[in-house]
T-cell receptor, first 113, second 113 residues
Framework: DGGITQSPKYLFRKEGQNVTLSCEQN?????MYWYRQDPGQGLRLIYYSQIVNDFQKGDIAEGYSVSREKKESFPLTVTSAQKNPTAFYLCASSRGFGSGELFFGEGSRLTVL | GESVGLHLPTLSVQEGDNSIINCAYSNSASDYFIWYKQESGKGPQFIID?????DKRQGQRVTVLLNKTVKHLSLQIAATQPGDSAVYFCAENRASGTYKYIFGTGTRLKVLA
């Protein structure tokens, strides 16, 4: 079954710690994205990658970092610089960059204690 | 469970009735639109999409209507079932290749038995 796998589903972190959220896709999609979802708001774009070894900041990139060393993998690191990291994080991919249907993973819920 | 959707508008519908969920989109240049369904604690699932050269598109039990004059999108669900209970949100995009998908905040659909 093709799809996007995010892990872990739930993560707790102490203030001052960095955490990395995993995102793997076997859809052979070039483009991958990270979104943040907060109650009462639409999805907000953190980072996106058009192709391997390339990525760009989205609208709320401060306090986050990513890498794209392999086509199928796009991990997101939430650093201690992110002031309000508690949120639901969604990874997505699309066949073409910025066009067509976005396929989403099941999400990772990060809670900072 | 996931707290996304706590403060969203809610549509309550009797099981078996039709549901209509509305979305006002923001960019008059957008030419591709998607409806997603999101169940609590899960990632968004694609329901149906429509391009701006169409006014209406039908799927299985779902119909999307697009009114470009007033920048309005609606999702109609026929014979609503308990499994349809979820948050529904729209997304807009320009097919010219911008990375920017713009997401609505969503509507919670509650199906009453």
């Amino acid at each position: 079954d093709g799809g996007i796998t995010q892990s872990p589903k739930y993560l707790f972190r102490k203030e001052g710690q960095n955490v990395t959220l995993s995102c793997e896709q076997n859809l052979n999609h070039d483009a991958m994205y990270w979104y943040r979802q907060d109650p009462g708001q639409g999805l907000r774009l953190i980072y996106y990658s058009q192709i391997v070894n390339d990525f760009q900041k989205g609208d709320i990139a401060e306090g986050y970092s990513v890498s794209r060393e392999k086509k199928e993998s796009f991990p997101l690191t939430v650093t201690s610089a992110q002031k309000n990291p508690t949120a639901f994080y969604l990874c997505a991919s699309s066949r073409g960059f910025g066009s067509g249907e976005l396929f989403f993973g099941e999400g990772s819920r990060l809670t900072v204690l | 469970g996931e707290s996304v959707g706590l403060h969203l508008p809610t549509l309550s519908v009797q099981e078996g009735d039709n549901s209509i969920i509305n979305c006002a989109y923001s960019n008059s240049a957008s030419d591709y639109f998607i409806w997603y369904k999101q169940e609590s604690g899960k990632g968004p699932q694609f329901i149906i999409d429509i391009r701006s050269n169409m006014d209406k598109r039908q799927g299985q039990r779902v119909t999307v209507l697009l009114n470009k004059t007033v920048k309005h999108l609606s999702l109609q669900i026929a014979a609503t079932q308990p499994g349809d209970s979820a948050v529904y949100f729209c997304a807009e995009n320009r097919a010219s290749g911008t990375y920017k998908y713009i997401f609505g905040t969503g509507t919670r659909l509650k199906v009453l038995a």
